[in-house]
């Protein structure tokens, strides 16, 4: 399909955000594998006068971790330039004065740590994988039922992923359950979240217009974007299938094989 | 003796009463204060009574004994359970089953072969809802596995609190699967038509008593019973406006809607 815009629009961007997993690199055995060409296409757009900032919906592992498993790939990212649902939640419960009860894997609980988890008055899920036991399951259950004005945030709302052994139920499922449980909407922290996607922004000091998203799932990633007023451009590496160039609903405003084209293109158009 | 319902004009003389187990006539191990002889008395007014429970946990036979334990007078054939709606419909579709039940419940599936199976019976099953087993299940639904649900109760009341029921991890195998369970149980109209089928009656001849607004009243009302809501078990404040119609009646506990059908319904 004919890509709407894209790069002509490139002129006037000031920031970009990428996906991470399946757009830096793949996910397996260990670490997984860097995608070709990503680690000098990070480079370039940090040597460019862009803002990058990298956007994950990771919620197994802390920022700091996951950081330095790039590292280890051949990445030079930091911290503070990476955004996944975790701080975020932090950011939004201080903000609105809820103190959580947490149900996520025992790796992201030191995203918490500066949160005050006494006497809870919300519960947080994150993809919390064979820590969501029926017991587990049935304390936060318990949090919210017992709750005049209950409030779930959920990390996401994937329905499941695939990994070596298997595709496995993600945080998405047990989402539904607590819903239909309590009889309550969660509120979705993270792609595709608009939230989550102007926190991002906010933190660039930028307009929506004046940014690209480039990722590999055409609706959290590319739609998710566009939903919030911001370009998306979609790499045909990672989670993409062919049939995501015939989506009924979201149309990426550009499709390239992966983010080191896409950066080749968008350099060339502001004249670098 | 098989009933035109469809000819009956209007509503009828009472002709059964159904009665919900868990939390209508007991909770957990304590009968309901004034139940026994309340039952005892709708005995003597010569209506048929059935004992329906979406409880899944325990085959007929536990829960007999248990309320035979309570003093409480009645046989097993009376007793009619979400498994044993489940059980009709698997040996309907000649499904092979992986039964996520308890132990207790897999009684009423004896003879029916659990081999390489081909379908996913979820009921009550704390120890079976891990995170394995609904993977599991999950990537058989997805090979094309039926989904069957005993029933989709949100919740139930525990002697330590209310407990998470199997409604909530159908809710989520659908939404993972993008596949609509079949479900058995309350509040399914085809349940309560079950239940009264054999007793010769139409559902504009029956009320059905439950503590559950939606499970218990609403269902029954929709399959064209009436339906009293009893404050105990997992009553709570304000039930009686979650559902539409209302109940036709909402009062303190089983004898007293024993003795609202005597004086008025007979």
Request: charged share 25%; with cysteine.
């Given at each position: ?16 955000i990428l996906d991470m997993c399946?757009?830096l ?27 990058l900032r990298f956007c994950t919906n990771e919620?197994?592992a802390s920022r700091e971790t996951f950081v330095a498993k790039l590292g280890?790939?051949?990445f030079?990212i930091s911290v503070s330039e990476v955004f996944s649902p975790a701080p975020t ?22 995203e ?88 991002v922004?906010?933190d ?69 | ?266």
């Amino acid at each position: 399909m004919a890509d709407r815009d894209w790069p002509g629009s490139a002129k006037s961007l000031k920031g970009v955000i990428l996906d991470m997993c399946g757009v830096l690199y793949d996910s397996g055995e260990g670490d997984g594998v860097a995608i070709r060409g990503s680690v000098e296409a990070v480079k370039k757009l940090k040597a460019s006068d862009l803002q990058l900032r990298f956007c994950t919906n990771e919620t197994q592992a802390s920022r700091e971790t996951f950081v330095a498993k790039l590292g280890r790939l051949g990445f030079d990212i930091s911290v503070s330039e990476v955004f996944s649902p975790a701080p975020t939640a932090v950011t939004v419960l201080k903000d609105r004065g809820l103190r959580p009860h947490l149900l996520v894997y025992d790796g992201l609980l030191s995203e918490f740590d500066s949160v005050d988890k006494t006497n809870p008055n919300c519960v947080v899920i994150g993809d919390a994988a064979e820590k969501f036991t029926y017991q587990n399951l049935n304390e936060a259950f318990r949090v919210l039922i017992g709750l005049e004005n209950p409030v779930l945030f959920s990390l996401g709302q994937g329905r499941y992923y695939k990994e070596t052994d298997g595709l496995k139920l993600d945080v998405g499922v047990y989402m539904k359950a607590l819903e239909y449980a309590c009889d309550l909407k969660a509120e979705v922290i993270g792609k595709p979240s608009p939230m989550f996607f102007q926190s991002v922004l906010t933190d660039m000091g930028l307009q929506p217009h004046e940014a690209l998203m480039i990722g590999d799932d055409l609706v959290n990633d590319v739609g998710g974007a566009q939903h919030c007023g911001m370009k998306g451009v979609q790499v045909r590496t990672g989670k993409y299938r062919p049939s995501d160039e015939r989506h009924p609903t979201v149309s990426a405003d550009g499709t390239v094989d992966n983010l080191a084209q896409a950066v080749d293109m968008l350099l060339s158009q502001r004249g670098l | 003796m098989p009933v035109d319902c469809n000819r009956m004009a209007g509503r009828r003389a009472l002709k059964a009463v159904l009665i919900d187990l868990s939390g209508t006539l007991h909770v957990e191990d304590a009968a309901v204060p004034g139940a026994q002889d309340a039952l005892n008395r709708l005995r003597q007014a010569s209506v048929a009574v059935k004992f329906v429970t979406n409880t899944t946990k325990e085959s007929k036979r536990i829960l007999l004994e248990r309320l035979q334990r309570l003093n409480f007078d009645l046989q097993e054939k009376e007793i009619f359970t979400s498994l044993s709606a489940a059980r009709t419909l698997l040996e309907q579709k000649q499904h092979r089953p992986l039964l996520l039940v308890e132990d207790s419940a897999r009684e009423d599936f004896t003879g029916i072969d659990t081999s390489e199976p081909n379908a996913v019976v979820i009921g009550l099953a704390p120890d079976q809802f891990n995170y394995q087993t609904l993977n599991k299940a999950f990537r058989m639904i997805l090979d094309g596995a039926p989904l069957i649900a005993i029933h989709k109760a949100r919740y139930y009341k525990r002697n330590d609190g209310l407990a998470l029921g199997p409604g909530p991890f159908v809710s989520g195998l659908e939404y993972a699967t993008d596949c609509k369970a079949t479900v058995v149980g309350k509040p399914e109209k085809t349940f309560f038509i079950q239940a009264l089928s054999d007793l010769g009656c139409c559902p504009s001849e029956a009320v059905m008593i439950g503590d559950d607004a939606r499970d218990d009243v609403g269902g029954a009302q929709n399959a064209g019973m009436l339906g009293i809501l009893v404050r105990t078990g997992k009553y709570r404040e304000g039930d009686e406006n979650k559902i539409n119609p209302p109940p036709y009646l909402t009062c303190a506990s089983f004898p007293e809607a024993v003795e609202h059908i005597l004086k008025n319904l007979l």
